[in-house]
């Protein structure tokens, strides 16, 4: 029904992905899959929305309606059972700009705030850049998926940390947490006092019949501990709209994070980004729906293809979103060798894996929110590059 085999070209129309090319890989000469969105149009919905805007082109001071937030809770309650009001939800300019807000709210100078590598490499610096100090607890990597240490957590957590950031489903790896470990990472918060900052930006994406469980969903008692971020802008494509929503059940977080997103004059918003989260959340799901199914063709897609042609390199199937975590350490090569081999070489555009924490060496991230052609273009490409090694 939706045609996600014919992507635009984007090139001259100041998108990250294609037109930053020369400067984060010193060439244009290199098919792109690296910055999380995705080369397909918004659904008709959305597009529609911001046509009949453009066409009325008056673009004055705006506000998110109330409306708009009630399509938002109707689609978090239909979804995934969470039941939250508007007194509960504020915003941002998006889940980038909420996440210093909150760390410098809920924090002091060199408080503790624990990350699951690999993770988002903006965790990282947005805790350092707040003078806060990161503690890293790593995920397991095993034959079957991905796990949390929980002897390693734990640990960490009782030497006092002031916040957790949890990405849920989890950037690069593509984990969807089940309820259970959800609610387990969430007890352990509440027992040692640490707050958490649920970033679940990815979460309409869940894939092969995922479920995605909202972490403040799980108990009242993690609800009161937990600052929930959310956004259309995976989902819909349409990150350039900045817009996010920020959720607390706890009506002294949710005060305090409000306060100071007031305070620094940040809650406005964009028209364009409201009036395309209301046309995305009222109207979108069915293209969501046919969205996945794409995504999962690619994933399999790539899947089967790796295991064919390329033995050196491996991933476990991501359980929702559309980027691979690709491991290239069965090729015998160097982090660095495998970095010059992708650009030079196979002219893909790929994330470093060690922006995104230590244990990414011999990892880079592809994007697959592309059409297949792109997709087995991208792959052809890097097969090519290590045959001839
Ligand atoms: C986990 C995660 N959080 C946040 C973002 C970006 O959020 P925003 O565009 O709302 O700032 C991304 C984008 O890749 C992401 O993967």
Not at 121 to 147: A, M, Q
Not at 354 to 374: K, Q, V, W, Y
């Amino acid at each position: 029904m939706f045609n996600f085999d014919n992507v635009p070209d984007r090139r001259g129309t100041s998108c990250f992905k294609y037109d930053a090319r020369k400067e984060l890989f010193g060439t244009e000469d290199i098919l792109p899959m690296w910055v999380a969105d995705m080369d397909f149009q918004s659904p008709p919905c959305v597009r529609e929305a911001a046509m009949r805007l453009s066409e009325h082109g008056v673009f004055g001071y705006t506000f998110r309606s109330a409306q708009s937030v009630d399509y938002f809770i109707d689609w978090v309650d239909k979804r995934y059972g969470w039941k939250i009001n508007r007194e509960q939800i504020t915003s941002s300019p998006g889940i980038v700009a909420a996440l210093p807000v909150a760390v410098r709210v809920f924090t002091s100078q060199s408080d503790k705030i624990l990350i699951q590598t690999p993770v988002y490499p903006p965790f990282h610096s947005i805790v350092k850049e707040n003078g806060r100090t990161l503690v890293y607890s790593p995920l397991i990597c095993g034959e079957d998926g991905w796990s949390v240490n929980w002897q390693d957590f734990e640990e960490k957590l009782s030497k006092g940390v002031k916040m957790f950031i949890l990405c849920n489903s989890h950037n690069p790896i593509g984990k969807v947490w089940t309820r259970d470990e959800l609610q387990k990472m969430g007890e352990l918060c509440c027992k040692y006092n640490t707050i958490i900052f649920s970033d679940e930006i990815h979460s309409d994406l869940a894939l092969y019949n995922n479920n995605h469980t909202v972490m403040a969903s799980v108990s009242e008692e993690i609800a009161q501990n937990t600052i929930t971020a959310m956004a259309p802008s995976k989902t819909f494509n349409i990150a350039g709209m900045l817009n996010s929503l920020i959720i607390s059940e706890s009506k002294e977080l949710f005060d305090k994070f409000h306060k100071e997103i007031t305070t620094l004059h940040l809650e406005l918003g964009n028209i364009f980004g409201h009036i395309t989260m209301e046309a995305a959340y009222k109207d979108g799901a069915h293209w969501l729906a046919e969205l996945k199914k794409y995504l999962e063709q690619n994933i399999d897609f790539a899947h089967e293809f790796v295991k064919r042609e390329i033995p050196g390199v491996k991933f476990i199937k991501p359980e929702g979103s559309f980027l691979l975590w690709l491991n290239f350490k069965e090729t015998g090569l160097s982090h660095k060798e495998i970095k010059e081999l992708l650009v030079k070489k196979a002219k893909v555009g790929l994330n470093d894996g060690l922006t995104f924490g230590p244990d990414g060496e011999f990892h880079f991230r592809m994007n697959i929110g592309t059409s297949l052609a792109i997709v087995k273009e991208g792959f052809e490409r890097i097969a090519g590059a290590l045959r001839s090694t």
